[in-house]
């Protein structure tokens, strides 16, 4: 018969072997990652500078995590169905976002849309991308630089602007440069960038602010020109276009694409998917098919995106207070 005391090193034994057993089982668990496929949501529709990046992306991340990497496009409310979508997912790893700063913190955008969710419920993890957005004239005009522009709109005051909406950076470039050189420029909305460049080809409008990939044809034919980026440095495919803070004006928009994984997503993750962008980043395929499609590679680490975020957060609230943009 066994007494109390073996019964107790048996149950005792029982239960270190089942806590080394749970701790071995946890530690494979999270070395494993991934061990099935990741979705990438994608808030815009496809065929979208977003979607495009993100493809470009996923398609490099597969060769390094060796899963399979899915985009997803789930379209509405101003990115905010998309966003909803990661926030609200089980924190693995398995659900990420695709995100720009309208994403990630749509409280900042509430006087646009509103949305299920706020900046608090995601963890953006990286940055690659960010959007080439620029001056565009058309190549038959007399100006070569945004300098000649602004003299000329000096003298004839009133200049039409197209811009693909208030809550973009393109309008918060048109507005820095009216303040900053003290000119009176007229903005124009649109619905996205497409159509602004019949609008300029047809001499409606004398500048469009939009994307440079719906221009890229046109600018590769040399039928338009563009004046100056909406960057923080100069653009690979279009190096001699110089940038908005080289000319001197203080442009508080970080248009940065990056992904995003919902709160509580672990540090092994983060830590993860980081060492993975980064190497992406460095690979010449995805640099070229990123500028092809007019998107310019920019790695920007975990604390670094987030420190990016929260300063950009404080330049837009001022923007949209300034122009009675917020709620």
């Known amino acids: 018969m066994k007494t109390k005391r073996g019964r107790m090193l048996i149950g005792l034994s029982f239960l270190l072997s089942g806590l080394f057993l749970g701790m071995l089982f946890s530690s494979e668990t999270q070395a494993a990652y991934p061990d099935r496929a990741i979705s990438i949501v994608v808030p815009y529709p496809a065929g979208g500078l977003s979607d495009l990046g993100a493809r470009i992306i996923a398609d490099a991340m597969e060769k390094h995590l060796k899963q399979p ?3 997803v496009n789930k379209v509405g409310g101003g990115g905010t169905v998309g ?5 609200t997912a089980k924190p693995d790893g398995y659900t990420l976002g695709f995100f720009a700063i309208q994403t990630n913190v749509p409280e900042l955008y509430s006087y646009f849309s509103t949305a299920p969710y706020s900046s608090a419920d995601l963890l953006p993890i990286a940055s690659i991308h960010t959007a080439v957005q620029g001056w565009v004239v ?6 070569n630089t945004l300098k000649d522009f602004v003299e000329f709109a000096r003298k004839n005051p009133g200049q039409k602007i197209g811009h693909p909406g208030k809550n973009t950076g393109a309008y918060h470039s048109l507005v820095t440069v009216a303040n900053a ?3 009176r420029l007229v903005d124009v909305p ?3 960038d497409t ?3 019949p609008a300029i080809m047809g001499d409606h409008i004398p500048v469009g602010i939009l994307g440079i990939p719906a221009v890229r044809s046109l600018l590769d034919a040399k039928k338009v020109r563009v004046l100056a980026l909406n960057l923080l440095k100069r653009a690979d495919f279009v190096p001699d276009v110089p940038t908005m803070v080289e000319l001197g004006y203080k442009f508080t928009i970080h248009p940065y694409l990056g992904l995003a994984g919902p709160k509580g997503t672990p540090d092994e993750v983060i830590k993860k998917i980081e060492e993975v962008l980064h190497k ?5 395929d995805v640099r070229t ?5 007019g998107l310019q590679v920019i790695y920007l680490d975990h604390a670094t995106y987030q420190r990016t975020i929260s300063q950009d957060v404080e330049g837009l609230r001022t923007f949209f207070k300034e122009q009675g943009m917020f709620k």
């Not at 098919?289 to 499609?293: G, L, N």
Request: no cysteine.
């Open 280 to 284: 992406v980043s460095q690979e010449q």
């Open 181 to 183: 050189d003290k000119i």
């Open 83 to 87: 966003g909803y979508a990661v926030s």
């Open 69 to 71: 990497v899915v985009v």
């Open 195 to 197: 159509p602004i460049v």
């Open 138 to 143: 058309k190549a038959e005009t007399p100006w």
């Open 289 to 293: 098919k990123s500028s092809a499609v």
């Open 190 to 192: 649109y619905q996205g």
